[in-house]
Every structure is written in structure tokens, then in C-alpha cells.
């Protein structure tokens, strides 16, 4: 951040802490410490495993004091979530988890919507699933708006208000010309605004219809302080 020349307040810093570290007393601090700043403007809990109460509550504690401007969850389910909801001071503000037209979590965005819970989500593009990207419904509607299939996921996830976890390590497929690593994805991105997809009138059916229910994190793998979902 200070190599780059631009002012704190101009960046977006978001982190998270694991569950590995996130009873011990001095985590924030320490999380501070090591990326050389006064505050993390959105700290989240990776995953529920051990403590999270513990660790919730030393988050909420450093949005008090001032060294977090808000709080997330990562890979809470909705019982957790409630359970968090149930017991804190200062309410989560972002559940980041696994969104994407295959697994859409039509239920838990309507809990978090009425909590006031924005979803981001990770895996927007499924991974780079290939089907997913490629589906006949996403072509046609890059066809019909001159985007291209990434961006229409991209807006499908923007649209009703919520946010995804850019892929900024950038893709093996992308075109080198637009220069660096995250050319054809930062371009993609950045073209995801200033139009609305009529969504609700030509796409939505056959959206819904993709939806299988799950995505790859409720493949049966429990959440430990170890493991990555
Ligand atoms: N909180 C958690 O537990 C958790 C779990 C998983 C991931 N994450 C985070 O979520 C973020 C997103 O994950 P992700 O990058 O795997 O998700 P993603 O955006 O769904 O998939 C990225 C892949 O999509 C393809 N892609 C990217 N831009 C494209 C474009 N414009 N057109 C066509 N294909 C494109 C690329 O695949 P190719 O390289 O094959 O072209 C790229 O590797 C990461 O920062 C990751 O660390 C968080």
C-alpha cells in the first residue's frame, strides 16, 4: 500500500483471521502489525472452527476502538450466523461464501437481506467453470448486450445489490495485450457497470433453472482450523 503512492483512505483493505489465531488475545493487533497499518477497513472470520464466539468478540472489539471499520463472516451458515446474530454487539456488516448461478443460495440471501447482511461471494465465476461460464443463457445475453459471458455472471451476482471476491490472480486464458497479469479480468470487471440486464423479465427463469442446489463447499468437508473450504 505505501509503495503504491495512493493515500490509505483510497485503498480498500480487507482481510481476514484463522481460527488457528483467532482466540489468542493480540490477533488484531498482530494482523495490524504485520500489513503496517492503523485499521482494516473489512475483517472477516475465515471459517467457523473452534471459539469463533472468542474470536468474534475480539473483532468487535477492535471495530470499537476503532482498527476495524467493519466486520465479516466467511463460511458461516445460516445457524451460525443467527448464533453470532443472537450474542454480538455490533452486527456482521458481509458473509463471504460460495455464490454462483450452479449454487445460488436463494434462501440465505433472503435471511441475510432481512438482517442486512450483503452476501460476497467467493468463486463468483464457479472457478472458471467452463459449463457455467458457457451456458446458453449467460452467450445469449452477452450476445444481446455486446459483454462478454464473464460479465454477465459478474452482473448477475451485482445487480440485486450484492458483491463477489474478485479474481485477481487473473486467468490462463487471458488476453496479454491488456497488459499484466489481470488484464481480460480487470477489464471484464470493470466492464460490469452502467447497464441493467433485464433480468427479471428475460433471464431469470432460465437462471433459476441452473441452480443445482450446492456448490463445492457443501461437498461434505468440515470446516477444522486447518483446512481451507
Ligand atoms: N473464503 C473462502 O473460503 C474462499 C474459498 C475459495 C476462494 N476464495 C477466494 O475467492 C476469490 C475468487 O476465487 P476464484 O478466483 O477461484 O473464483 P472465480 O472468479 O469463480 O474463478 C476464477 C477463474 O475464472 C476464470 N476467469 C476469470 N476471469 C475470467 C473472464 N473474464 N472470462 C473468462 N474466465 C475468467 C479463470 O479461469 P482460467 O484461469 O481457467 O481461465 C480464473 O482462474 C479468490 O480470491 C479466492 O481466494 C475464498
Redesign the pocket.
Known sequence: MKKSGLKREDIFLET?IWPSFYENEDAVEKTLERLDTDYIDLL?I??PAGNYIAGYRLMEKAYKEGKVKAIGL??FNREQIQEILDTCEVAPAIL???V?PYSQEKELKEFLDKNKIVIQA?????????NL?EEGVFAKLAEKYGK????IILRWHVQPGNT???????????DKREGGLCG??C???AGIYLYQLLFLCAAAPDCLLLDSGHGD?LSGIGFCKGC??
Open positions: 481476514k472477516f475465515h471459517q466467511s463460511n463471504q461464501t460460495e454462483h467467493w468463486y463468483p465465476l464457479g472457478h472458471g467453470d467452463r461460464i462478454t459471458n464473464a460479465q463477489f471476491r474478485g479474481c485477481w490472480h487473473g486467468s490462463k486464458t487471458e481480460a479480468v477489464r471484464d470487471t463447499r481451507h473450504p
